[in-house]
């Protein structure tokens, strides 16, 4: 497992943008992402990215919108959040899995991020 850091929510308006930032520490990490789970309902995958290549994954609902990346460097990974919908606001979490083909192992503690309208 690694140790995971979320910063950088907080309370937007209807169009703005955002960008999360997650500092990760210890393991050296295959995939890293970043979840989010609005009250009442599941968490949901809204992107991830490959470590090594990095290729990524988004959730319909954000695509256009969102960007993960990552700085190999500093070991952090970034949600850049565009546009913003109320319909984003959920506690954002950031995942990773040091195994590679293995699920997520390493969970942050969450950031919030709300949008109003």
């Known amino acids: 497992q690694v140790q995971l850091a979320e910063s950088g929510g907080g309370l937007m308006q209807a169009g703005d943008s955002l960008r999360l930032s997650c500092a990760a520490s210890g393991r050296a990490l295959s995939i890293a992402g970043w979840f989010r789970q609005a009250p009442g309902k599941e968490r949901e995958r809204v992107a991830q990215i490959v470590w090594t290549t990095g290729d990524t994954y988004y959730i319909d609902s954000v695509k256009g919108r969102f960007t993960i990346s990552k700085d190999n460097t500093k070991n952090m990974v970034y949600l850049e959040m565009n546009s913003l919908k109320p319909e984003d606001t959920a506690v954002y979490y950031c995942?990773?899995?040091?195994?590679?083909?293995?699920?997520?192992?390493?969970w942050g503690q969450g950031t919030q991020v709300t949008v109003s309208s």
């Open positions: 995942a990773a899995a040091t195994v590679p083909g293995r699920p997520y192992d390493s």
